[in-house]
């Protein structure tokens, strides 16, 4: 072994010291790390008709019993307006409706003034902006692959808040990111939405220290390619199956860029389902990334042309680079020959397949909802007793 000279070993030692006193200045830190052994952050606890809110053995359980209500649930933080942060939740539901939203609180003054990052039993996520009790969709109800559906499926859902920007994750999956966003209070928690009931396992706040750069050069990045597998002028898909679409990014910039997304529209999205917002955390400079959005179609397919639109856009929303593509879905219908069903797919129906796949998951009954729907039920049980 070779024998080094004092001064270098210090020198390496002081460098050593240098690296590691960095890394620990960048340490997160900790504000709330609940795990429900205890209600020491005083939760809201209650058994009434039309909720119930109880922690039992390391869980805290939310269960909705009535329509056109939303149940949240809040607690105090020492949150700071321009702070960024970290909140991690994980979460499972037990039972009930699969089209209405349950998730995560942020930024709360009230009930009628927060922020809201849910997902659904049928596999969507939304993020909703309260102010004064109106709402606004900062993320529209979005279909994504990863999302765990349906009763007493787990789920981990994570929002972080670097400058300007919140971003948000499901199952460590990079899924959204909103610009703009001032916190209304400091108060964190949770929001089911109607009849059903859902666990949670923890809630983590942490303080983000690093500093995060939004000063990047996006004028320089563009949709290189788009295609479809087949080699043909219009590719196609059948029922059952799925195809692949692939894009190329191109980053020409001298420097990185981070947190872009890209926009997937469909002229016609009835019985087919997809990832149509895909995020790309960084592409590095004078380089390339690929995308592999996986399009499933359902039983149902319609034969149609449907034209696929792709917008690539910067944290900021700034649209960078748009194409579209062509897809020709074929249905059941067309392998009808000489009056022999002739079923390519081979596949035989699940019970998944009765399921709700389509992007019209509720809006959120939360605040001010109708009850429209309550009060139906309600006359047709009168007219049934006269």
Request: aromatic letters at 10%; glycine letters at 6%; charged letters at 25%.
């Amino acid at each position: 072994m070779a024998n080094f000279p004092a001064k270098h070993i210090s020198l390496l030692l002081f460098s050593l010291f240098l690296i590691l006193s960095t890394l620990e200045g960048q340490v997160n830190t900790v504000v709330i790390n609940e795990k429900f052994n205890d209600n020491s952050n005083y939760w809201d606890i209650q058994d009434e008709p039309e909720s119930m809110l109880k922690i039992s053995n390391g869980q805290y359980f939310m269960k909705g019993k009535m329509l056109g209500r939303a149940i949240t649930s809040t607690i105090n933080t020492t949150a700071v307006d321009n702070e960024d942060f970290k909140i991690s939740v994980r979460l499972t539901k037990i039972n009930g409706i699969d089209d209405n939203g349950f998730g995560i609180i942020w930024g709360s003054k009230d009930e009628n003034n927060e922020y809201e990052f849910v997902i659904s039993g049928n596999g969507q996520f939304k993020v909703i902006e309260w102010k004064d009790g109106t709402k606004k969709d900062l993320v529209r109800w979005t279909f994504y692959s990863n999302i765990q559906k349906w009763d007493n499926a787990t789920n981990l859902l994570r929002i972080e808040k670097r400058a300007e920007f919140v971003k948000f994750f499901i199952n460590d999956n990079y899924v959204a990111i909103v610009g703009d966003i001032k916190n209304q209070g400091n108060r964190i928690g949770f929001v089911i939405n109607e009849t059903m009931e859902v666990k949670f396992d923890y809630l983590i706040y942490e303080k983000i220290e690093q500093e995060y750069s939004i000063n990047q050069q996006t004028d320089m990045v563009s949709i290189m390619d788009i295609s479809f597998p087949e080699n043909k002028d219009i590719p196609e898909l059948k029922y059952s199956e799925s195809t692949v679409l692939k894009i190329i990014l191109e980053n020409k910039a001298n420097d990185p860029v981070n947190d872009l997304a890209l926009m997937i529209s469909i002229s016609n999205n009835q019985n087919i389902e997809f990832d149509r917002i895909n995020m790309i955390s960084v592409i590095p400079a004078h380089d390339r990334t690929i995308l592999s959005v996986t399009i499933n179609a359902d039983e149902e397919l319609e034969t149609l042309n449907r034209d696929f639109s792709i917008i690539l856009t910067n944290g900021k929303n700034e649209i960078l680079d748009t194409k579209t593509i062509m897809l020709k879905t074929v249905g059941r219908g067309n392998y009808y020959v000489e009056n022999v069903y002739k079923d390519k797919s081979n596949k035989s129906p699940t019970s998944t397949t009765k399921k709700n796949y389509s992007n019209n998951s509720a809006d959120g009954c939360t605040k001010g909802c109708s009850y429209a729907t309550l009060g139906a039920l309600m006359i047709a049980l009168l007219l049934a007793i006269i």
